[in-house]
């Protein structure tokens, strides 16, 4: 990996953040530039220390993850966040609004130490991560919510719905090619289209949003990054 991923570290509770911030540090791919524990401090830090990542906690003082995360989008748009927090605190809906917010992640503080630097670097990559027990619960959530639904047959194209399942399964867009023996270009392309289609902001985005709308179904399968 060419330079160090730039992290942020945000969480109210000081034993966990100090304990992120020790144990990430020993990563050679990753530089710890900060930690916060209060949302202006993440508005304020963010400005200072421009980092790539930010590893965010949806429960902090004076504002939460969610609000924290649209500020940060409206003013530092190139600064991609993760959640990183216990879900059972939460229902299905703080997850799609962190994701609607402009959340490229949302990953458990259960998961293991490996788990969670592989997403951090999946989404400096440019990707997005759900953790598979948050994905599980929220597409199947979505899933119900969208049965008896109808939804304008035009809203995807069959070929975008079948990228759109692929992209689910966490496939990157040389892998799509190869499945679908189209372009790398040809796949941004509709990739791009998808994202305008769904009024989404990225690939997790446009996932849940396909899911939620009825237009797409998925299997009962750990999800993977969505890259």
Partial sequence: MEGKIKLLIVDSNEIMRKGLVELL?????????????KGEEVIRL???TH????????????????????????????????????????????VFDSINAGARGYM????PLSKLVDGIKTVYRGGSILSPRIA??????????????????????????EIVKLIAEGLSN????????????????????I????????????VVTAIRKGLIDIDDKEPTPIR
Wanted: positive net charge.
């Fill in 195 to 206: 994202l305008e289609k769904l009024d989404a902001k990225n690939r997790t985005e446009a």
């Fill in 51 to 94: 980092p790539d990542v930010i590893l965010l906690d949806l429960r902090m003082q004076n504002m939460n993850g969610v609000q924290v995360i649209k500020r940060l989008h409206k003013k530092y748009p190139d600064i991609r966040c993760i959640i990183f927090s216990n879900y059972d605190e939460y229902d299905e809906q703080y």
């Fill in 174 to 193: 040389k892998q799509l090619a190869d499945k679908l023996y189209i372009s790398t270009k040809t796949v941004k392309t509709h990739v791009a289209h």
């Fill in 108 to 111: 458990l503080k259960t998961m």
């Fill in 25 to 37: 540090s020993k990563d050679r791919d990753i530089q710890i530039v900060g930690n916060a524990m």
């Fill in 46 to 48: 963010a400005g200072e």
């Fill in 136 to 161: 599980t619960k929220v597409f199947g959530k979505f899933r119900e919510l969208a049965k008896g639904k109808h939804c304008e047959s035009d809203a995807l194209s069959e070929r975008e719905k």
